[in-house]
């Protein structure tokens, strides 16, 4: 049994190795009964990160890497997730916001409890989170939103740190459109809509946790994007649900 752990990069050359290094040392540490390897799916790069790629590899037999030429995050992991040959697929962000004493708690859920999809969330009630109120706060009123036009109940959709079968994936990749920022929701909308067996588990988040850097999301442009998104996306389950149903 394989499992991989991914982390889609465009431009990470301050944070590549160290961080990959961290969580390398983190998994090393455990003693999984599994077979695993961690997979830097470099997208659209025009930094020095594939050269620090290629020496993490030559260096550790379990890092690998995946070059996709296009800049987009959520066409980076589509493209790879079906690639893989792995049975489990864990992807997180390289900054590792979400700490890595969660990826336990994930696996657990994802290999023990036999859920096929098992997603962190910022959100719950135990979660721990440090960031800005804005970020907070535009989360929160996306969650809103977003439940009363999917109508579903999980508390986050966006949080970049979730586990799944391979079986799950190339299940609803077809339906999975979007290159960017929400292919998560539009991962899990869809797991949801198909009935898989879900599991929301609280995560400790901090934004800063290992690098003082400027985050890429444009909390008011994103938010905007997000809404038009939510919008398509309730017109394309119906219409799955006629095609299918």
């Known amino acids: ?25 983190f998994l090393n540490n455990q003693t999984y009964n599994f077979d695993w390897k ?10 020095n990160s594939l050269t620090i790629t290629e020496g993490l590899k030559k260096q550790n037999s379990k ?19 079906n690639y893989s040959s792995a049975d489990f697929l864990i992807y997180m962000d390289i900054d590792l916001a979400v700490s890595l004493e969660n990826i336990n708690t994930l696996l657990k859920n994802l290999l023990d ?5 098992v997603i962190g969330s910022r959100l719950l009630p135990e979660s721990k ?43 609803i990749s077809k339906y999975i459109e979007d290159k960017n920022w929400f292919f998560d ?15 929301e588990i609280p995560v400790d988040w901090a934004e800063d946790r290992y690098e003082k850097r400027t985050s890429k999301i444009k909390i008011l442009s994103d938010s905007l994007t997000f809404i038009k ?10 219409t799955v649900k006629k095609q299918n149903f």
């Open 63 to 81: 890092i690998d890497f995946f070059v996709i030429k296009e800049k987009a995050k959520g066409n980076a992991l589509k493209t790879y997730l």
């Open 229 to 238: 998104n939510l919008l398509k996306l309730k017109k394309r389950l119906k």
């Open 1 to 25: 049994m394989l499992v991989e752990f991914i982390i889609p990069c465009h431009n990470e050359e301050q944070i590549l190795e160290k961080n990959s290094l961290k969580l390398l040392n």
């Open 113 to 117: 409890n036999n859920y096929d999809l």
């Open 185 to 199: 929701t539009e991962l899990l909308i869809f797991a949801n809509f198909l009935n898989y067996r879900i599991k």
């Open 129 to 171: 989170t440090n960031r800005s109120f804005f970020r907070e706060l535009s989360s929160r009123i996306y969650i809103f939103l977003s439940q009363i036009m999917l109508r579903h109940n999980f508390s986050d959709l966006q949080c970049g740190f979730k586990g799944m079968t391979k079986n799950l994936f190339l299940n």
């Open 38 to 47: 961690i997979i830097l799916v470099l997208n659209g790069t025009t930094d």
